[in-house]
């Protein structure tokens, strides 16, 4: 089956931790994408990558680092910075002559205390 | 300002009745436009999505786009308790290469 795997579905760390969320995809998608949803809002881009080995901040890139050194995977880590982690986080990708048209994987719920 | 706006809701429609969500955009260079579904704990679904001026109808769902008044619509024909979920409404292609979502329009279909 093709599609976009994020693991694990609940995470809980302490504050001070950092953590990676996993994401991969089975799309043959060029870019993937991050975004973090909070209680009752829409979704917020943390970075983006349209092409292996490089990626771009989104509009809340702040205590969140990105690799991409494959096509199928782009793991997010939440740093020690973050101050507010405590959010469901999304992955998603689209192919790239239609980069609007994003699909995304079941998402990560992390709680940090 | 939210460059993306949507009423957040609740929308509460009767079953069978004609669901109508609404959604107004800022940037005028915005060229494409998505509807996803969102249920209470999961990840959006990608349900429609439309790029030219008018009507696209998919099976019960009708995305209806004005580019004049930076207006996109979601009508939903003969609502089902299952469509009780949140609507989000994205666009894309304005500056920066990425998709703008609006908050959200949580919709109730009651029996």
């Known amino acids: 089956d093709g599609g976009i795997t994020q693991s694990p579905k609940y995470l809980f760390r302490k504050e001070g931790q950092n953590v990676t969320l996993s994401c991969e995809q089975n799309l043959n998608h060029d870019a993937m994408y991050w975004y973090r949803q909070d209680p009752g809002q829409g979704l917020r881009l943390i970075y983006y990558s349209q092409i292996v080995n490089d990626f771009q901040k989104g509009d809340i890139a702040e205590g969140y680092s990105v690799s991409r050194e494959k096509k199928e995977s782009f793991p997010l880590t939440v740093t020690s910075a973050q101050k507010n982690p405590t959010a469901f986080y999304l992955c998603a990708s689209s192919a790239r002559d239609s980069l609007y048209e994003q699909y995304f994987g079941p998402g990560t719920r992390l709680t940090v205390t | 300002q939210k460059e993306v706006e949507q009423n957040s809701g609740p929308l509460s429609v009767p079953e069978g009745a004609i669901a109508s969500l609404n959604c107004t955009y800022s940037d005028r260079g915005s060229q494409s436009f998505f509807w996803y579904r969102q249920y209470s704990g999961k990840s959006p679904e990608l349900i429609m999505f439309?790029?030219?001026?008018g009507d696209k109808e998919d099976g019960r769902f009708t995305a209806q786009l004005n580019k004049a008044s930076q207006y996109v619509s979601l009508l939903i024909r003969d609502s089902q308790p299952s469509d009780s979920a949140t609507y989000l409404c994205?666009?894309?292609?304005?500056?920066?290469?990425?998709?703008?979502f609006g908050g959200g329009t949580r919709v109730l279909v009651k029996p």
């Open positions: 439309i790029y030219s001026n």
């Open positions: 994205a666009a894309g292609g304005a500056a920066g290469n990425k998709l703008t």
